[in-house]
């Protein structure tokens, strides 16, 4: 009788791309004979795969570092393997404060897994770990790493989304300057992946009964710059509107002023792209848009977001906003907060900045209080719930096509969905109360007829009617 196979389990933390790199992780153990367990604590081979874009980011992947080091404790023989962006942010610190890891994997480094696997294990020695704050300028001197990964089409991939959708990444890394941000430092300049590697994962995909495609990237609208190619992300998304199976395909992470009219006439005449733009414009004050080191000012924002309401019928917007930033005074926040009210956007996330040594914005002076910073946040997080609702409310009564999920989060007396203008995880959901008792009940990916029956702040509740 064979051997029972060494177990690995992995938590994965942070954005899609994350999770994307470790679904390779998983595939590329899976390939060398380990069984995948969900309950990492318990396996024989623990991988934590971390964030490291922002402080509370870095503690959840120390205090989860921590916790699994305290299972790999309880069991000799056990191994602890640290993965991901805190791994690139920090190698050096990580080796010398955690000795009870036995490997670390950048985020370039993920197909070096197999081999990292045959090690021996390391000494178990648990104990605090403090993240060393350096200057800006002397962090900088690291500079971006000499990054060429990319996965492909032919990478072992083992999905821990659920069946009907799956996140595909078309490019790495990052061009832009913008100077709080860390993730060059981390995954290092744009690499975009070939068309036909995109097209052949995605049909893979199809087949195997993926039904909606969401695309990510650290700027997904820079795809193919380095490729040469001119509106390289308007082309792949009319090529993957041509995918037989896929029933959704919507794009996330857009830089502003790569938003060309070309894409947006992709969206508004391929009936398979959802009219769904993820934008983050980081703040509407055109002096702290220069001191992020982002494009543009208000003015050319609102002129953007009028080109898209009228190039893309019935278009959801969702974007993101830093508030506290170095310098930022109350004046900066009420323009902020005008913008927000003017413009109505459907869905909107607000950070508190983080100080992240190596970016330009850490050496900045006029630091904004946490407090000032965390009361902005809630004031405009209360702004636009209001818009929320009041924005829902134009769907009351009406038909609209949904994606049928299966049983909601919140109970299994009810059904959960989504809308094209909805993405999974970070929007809000459609809650299905009912259906026609003579059809049979559908199946998590399918397409449904949805009378909207109520509104909510965030959620639409409504029933089934073909």
Known sequence: MPAPKPSLGLVSLGCPKNLVDSEVMLGLAAQAGYAITEDAGSADVIVVNTCGFIEEAKQESIETILEMAGHKAAQPGRRLIVAGCLVERYRHELRAELPEVDAFIGTNELEQLPRLLKRPSAPIAPHPVTLRPRGG???RERGRPEADYLYSETTPRLRSTPKHYA??????????????????????????????????????????????????????????????????????LRALARVEGIAWTRFLYAYPTRISNALLDALADEP?????????????????????????SRAFMEKLIARIRERVPGVALRTTFIVGYPGETQADFDILLDFCES????????????????????DLPNKVPARVAEARRAKLMRLQARISKQRLKR????????????????????????????????????????????????????????EITETHTHDLVGRIIA
């Open 395 to 450: 769907f009351k009564r009406q038909v609209v096509e949904a994606m049928f999920e299966g049983p909601s989060d919140d109970s299994d007396l009810i059904w959960q969905g989504r809308l094209a203008t909805q993405a999974p995880g970070i929007d809000g959901r459609l809650l299905i109360t009912d259906a026609p008792a003579d059809r049979p009940q559908p199946r998590p990916g399918d397409l449904a007829r949805v």
């Open 167 to 236: 996140y595909v990444k078309i490019a790495e890394g990052c061009d832009h300057p913008c100077a709080f941000c860390s993730i060059p430092q981390m995954r290092g300049n744009l690499r975009s992946r070939r068309v036909g590697s995109i097209l052949a994962e995605v049909e893979r995909l199809a087949a195997e009964g993926v039904r909606e495609i969401i695309l990510i990237g650290q700027d997904t609208t820079s795809y193919g710059e380095d490729l040469g190619l001119k509106n390289g992300l308007a082309d792949l």
């Open 272 to 296: 398979k792209l959802c009219p769904y733009i993820d934008m983050p414009l980081q703040h509407a004050s055109t002096r702290m848009l220069r001191a992020m080191r982002r494009p543009g």
């Open 343 to 362: 413009q109505a956007f459907d869905w909107v996330g607000a950070f508190v900045y983080s100080d992240e040594e190596g970016t330009p914005a850490f």
């Open 137 to 139: 300028a002397a962090a």
